[in-house]
């Protein structure tokens, strides 16, 4: 069964290291909005699946965050939420990890718990290797060809 979260109120994330972020629900509207964005707009077509997921979790990132607490200017002073502080925020490794695994992949669930059965291990399909390659992985490798 699908269970729908009706609120549209902002929740908190913890990234670790001190640092929490202020995050809109992950709607389609938001996602759309993400894809929209000039920044992935002009990526070249050779740009790798690292460097999308990057400019596409800044550019969600950008959308998404109202408000932030732990994070400071190189005094240490507090600073307010921008664009610039957003992308340098998620220039730290953990701190991105974090934000792709628990906002990001959390939004992208749905996927996973659509099929809720799993492959019989005796039938018709036994033995059978998945030949099947993702679609992003297949456009590359043809425009490689």
Same mark, same amino acid.
Not at 85 to 91: F, R, S
């Given at each position: ?10 929740? !908190? ?12 629900p992950l709607t ?8 929209? *964005?000039?920044?992935?707009?002009n990526l070249p ?11 596409? @979790?800044?550019?969600?990132? /950008?959308?998404?965050?109202?408000? !932030? &607490?732990?994070?400071? *200017? &190189? ?13 340098? %925020?998620?220039?730290? !490794? ?18 996973? &718990? ?7 291990? =005796? ?9 099947? /390659?993702?679609?992003?992985k297949s456009a590359? %490798? @043809? /425009?490689? =060809?």
């Amino acid at each position: 069964m699908l269970k729908l979260n009706l609120s549209n109120e902002p929740t !908190w994330l913890d990234l670790g290291h001190g640092v929490r972020l202020q995050l809109l629900p992950l709607t389609t509207a938001l996602m759309v909005a993400a894809r929209n *964005d000039p920044a992935i707009a002009n990526l070249p077509e050779e740009t790798g699946d690292e460097e999308s997921a990057l400019v596409f @979790a800044k550019a969600l990132a /950008r959308i998404a965050i109202t408000d !932030w &607490e732990g994070v400071g *200017d &190189e005094s240490g002073d507090p600073v307010a939420v921008s664009p610039e502080g957003i992308n340098a %925020l998620l220039d730290i !490794w953990p701190l991105f990890e974090t934000f792709q695994t628990d906002y990001v992949a959390s939004g992208l669930l749905l996927d996973q &718990e659509k099929n809720v059965s799993s492959p019989l291990p =005796s039938g018709p399909s036994a033995g059978v290797k998945d030949t099947a /390659r993702p679609a992003l992985k297949s456009a590359k %490798l @043809a /425009r490689k =060809s």
